[in-house]
Structure formats: C-alpha cells, structure tokens
C-alpha cells in the first residue's frame, strides 16, 4: 500500500520521518460536531459502532477536519466480550454494562472462542474496508482491541469500577479461573486483530485500560503475560502497547514483540526513554486537560512536551483519550504546533 | 499519656518495637456486622459521621472485635469542604455529590476560613474524646483529613470521577483560583488537625486519594506544595503522608516533615524503602483483595509482605481502604499473622 502519508508507520519503525506524526486517542467519537451530528441520527453509541457506513464515516472525519496523521477505526474494545456471548450496554452517563458476567466455570458458556470472528465481528471489518476507501492512501488506519486483563475486568465486574475489586477478588480466589478466561480472550482477541489486518487494518494498538490497578506481580501473571502473547501473534503491522497506569510495566512491555508503547501523562518522557531504550518508538503524552488551556497556552505545553523528545522514535499523542467538552479548535493548535515543529533527530 | 500498647507510636517514631503493629484503613465503617447494627439504627453514613456517640461507638468496635493497634476516628474527609460551605450528600452506590461547586472567583464564598472549626466541627472533636474515653488508653486513636488536593477535586467537581478532568481543567485555565482554594483548604485544614490533637488525636494521617490523576509537575505544584505546608504546622504528633497512586512522590515526601508515610498496594517495598530512606516509616501495603483469598492463603501473603520489610520501621496495613465484602474473619486473619510474626530489626 502507498500512502501520501506514511510518517505514523515509518516513526512506528523507526525509519526516518521529516517531523513527528499527530493523532489523537479517542479523536472520533467525542469532540467534533461533524460526529455529534451523525451520531444524533442513530439510537445512540451501541447503534453507531454496529453501522459500518457511518463508523466509516465518523472514523474519517478526524482526518478531513483536524488534519491527524492516521486514523483510527471508530469502534469500542466491548464487541470483543460482546462476540464472546457477553452483551453490553452503553448507560449515559455511567459507561458500560453487563446484565451477565463470568464468576464461575459455569459461567464460561458466556466465554464462548469457537465462533467465527469475521462473522460475528463483521461490522467492525466491514467498516474498516469503507473507511479505507474513504481515506484513499492519505493516511494510514489504526485498528485495536482492548487488552485481555482490561476485557477481563468487565466481564467479571460488569461495569466500570474504581477499584475493580470484582474483577481482582478472582485473581485470589480462582486464578484457574482467571487464567482461562484471559487465555480465550487473548485467543479471540488475536483472531480479531487478524481479522482487522485482513480487512486493512495498516497497524495495530492494544489498550489495556486498566492496567494500573494491580501491583507488578499480579500485573506480569494476568495482564503481560497475555500482552506478551498477542505481540508474539502480530507480526504483520506495527503493534502499539499502552498499559495505562502502570509505568513500572515499561521494562517488560519494551521486551515484547511491539514498535511502540504509549505512555500516559503522569509518566515521564525522560524516564519512560531510559527504561525502554532506542528500539521502540514511544506514543504520548500531553495531559489531555491541557487542551482547556489557551491557544498560546497550548502552544507552549505542546513544546514543551517535543523539546523533552531526545530521539526520532516518537508519535505525538496524549496521555489517554481527548475528553469530550475539548474545543476542537484547540486540537487543531496542539496538531499544528506538532507539525509546525522542527525535528533534531 | 500512657498507653498499654504503643506500639504504633513508637513504630511511627522509628523506636524499638517487639512485634510491627497493624491497623486497617477503614477498618470502622465497613465490615463489621456491629458497625452495621449501628448504621441502620440510624437514617445513613451522615447522620453516623454527625452523631459522636454512635461515630465513637464504631470507633472503637475494631480496637475490640479485631485486636487492632490503633483506633481511627470513624469520620469522613468530605467534613472539611462542608465546614467551609459545600454540603455534601453521599448517594448509595454513587458516593460523594456536592449541589454547589467551585468554579470561579465569585464561588469563593462557599470556600470560607474564617470560621470556628471548633464549633463547626465540633462533633468530630466530640466524638475523639469520646472514643478516647472507651478506649481507655489501650491504644492511640487516629485523627485524619484529606489532602488539599483531594479536597479540591471534590470542591471542583463536585462527584467522584474517573479523570477527574473538571478540577483538573481549572489548574490550566485559572490556575490563581486554584492556588486560593489550595491555600483556603489548607489553613483550614491545620486548624482542623490541631483541634484534633487538642480533642485527643495521638496521631494524625493525612489522605491524598487522588493524587495519582496529577502528572510529577502539577502534583508538585498543586499537591504537594499544600501537603508540605500541613506537615510543617504539625509538631505535636506523629504524622502519616499517604499519596495514593502516586509512588513518584515517595522523595518529594521523604523529606517532608513526617514520621509516615503510607504505600498502596501497586507499590514496592523495596522500591519505597530505597527512595525513602531509614529515617521515615512505611505504612501498608497488602492488596485489600488479598483478603478475598482462604485463611492460609491471607497467612501466606501477609507473611510475604512481612518478609519483604527490610527495616523495623513498618507499620502493617492495608495499601487502600478494606472493601466493604471482606469476611471479618479473614482481617482477624491478617491480624493475627502480624502480630506472630517475629519481627528480625
């Protein structure tokens, strides 16, 4: 494939790039008045992420409108247990939930792996498929999945938590368990980033959300270890990490078989360089509550941010994903002071 | 004063000690069917807070029912903004809500100073000195506040929150009214603490729940700067700093002027004890879910945390707030595995 615009996947490479690429987590879906207004004309998120034509749509509107260097598939990490035989639902203002979850083996016949993803999952490919037809090679477009752990804690939680104190108990209680539900997550979840590669997918981001709520020793037997096993599985596209939360994680996640890590906001640059070394790329980090901030203000934190750069290998983002009362105005001074500054590597 | 065990305080001092105390945060209000019993009699948690027979009553059931080495005021952080001029509710199953938040200069007035907080609050102070009475010297009571920060977010937000992202929003677009609310929260917070060692607090905790949301330079700036300041005005007792999710600060409060400082469970000893240094003791950190696991297994995860203490200066806790489910027999578990456990420093 050719792209007018190959600059994400040469950073994610570490191939030379002329200035860093730009994009934004979440940036379909959340600010624009473009999505708001399509959205408006569905029942709602659920029905938007299940229509291919307008997930399409909405996915490619970042790139006509902010200007981003990639675009990512406007889609949610939920379909996965969704798929699995877990439904889901979006509650306003209160996120998702799971009439259903897994507490038992019993409750393994909600964890279902012998399905076909690209079947099942088809409004996700088939969505992709539009969108790159839309794009037409002007930018290159990420897929993603949640990560095992983070899919873990809803289908046993059943909703968001501070604590996830559901999700954790089993870890204590019946790691068997536990390690079964990962294991057919991760396994479905490598069929359905497969799946997206086929459908065009040009590189890949696995989030795991949740990642900062376990100490390091939980943290490497039930969420690396099934990190680990989808960056061994990925060989065809570049493969983004973001344990979310967790910077003691970075030592391990720059051992895996990735291109690039995400950091958050709260990690440093500098620190985050240091313990994963030259050979990933890193992806982050601005406080996506700096984008409240004045144009000039922005303008200046986003410089900041560069200037603490010490290497070629860095696709500018923000630390989690933009929040939805941003005034796209300011995305577009972040994205073009990021395109406006000169690289020394 | 004279206490039959003062363990805590001399552990907290970093004297000898013969066995490493333990105490549990939350240890009142939550598990215990006893504390229940006097909840329901009772119209909820605020008329529980606000009621200092019956809050010196919860006090001092775990210095009873589980053996602990210390009794905490049985309160809640959300006292503070309320005296200032924030009423807060607490929805079941959605926590903390606040009517009327701070958003511009002109709100200021619910964010006043200059009141008696001894009047004010009298009922907390009340409340210490009637636990004291009941406990009768058998071990040091507790005082707590929140930190200036989480004070703050409550006060901006007014809710609890995943991002926190409104009273993080404040910190880049008015960042003058945020250091005025900061400083507001502070002042008064001293007093409170004083009129809590004055009441018959032996020692004092301070709580920064949410200061895992802020990035090293703005927790820096708008955290600990304000957690400096309380630890400075407090000679008189032993003092406990706990940043919550904020392991990069364990230096910054090394050096502050406090006996303690709490880990939570994501953090390392080891790790802690090196950035800390010999001079401050460490408070924690067993994961709250580790009480989920069977009794043998509690044993055996509490011995390895014991096992990984380098140092006499420990005090045995928690690394959060034990959750509402835990069997009671499992804590008296924890408990017990502490206080049999031959302590080498």
Known sequence: MKFQNDLILRAARGE??????VWLMRQAGRILPEYRAVRASLSGFKELVETPERAAEVTVQPVDILGVDAAIIFSDILVVPEAMGLEYQLIEKKGPWFEKTIKTEEDLIFAATDFDIEDKLSYVLEAIKIANKEIDGRVPLIGFAGAPWTIFCYMTEGQG????????????????????????????????????????????????????????????EFGLKYMDKIAAAITEVPLTLFAKGAPSSLSNLGEMNCNTIGIDWNTNITDARRIVGENRTLQGNLDPCALYSSHSEVERLTNNMLNSFESKRHIVNLGHGVYPDVDPEKVKTFIKTVKNYEIKY
């Open 16 to 21: 030379d790039i002329e200035r860093y690429p």
């Open 161 to 220: 938590s501070k604590t996830f104190s559901v999700a954790r108990k089993i870890l204590y209680t019946n790691p068997t368990l536990a390690h079964e539900l990962l294991n057919r997550i991760t396994n479905v979840t490598i069929k359905y980033l497969k799946a997206q590669i086929n459908a065009g997918a040009h590189m890949l981001q696995v989030f795991d959300s949740w990642a900062g709520i376990l100490g390091d020793e939980q943290y490497a």
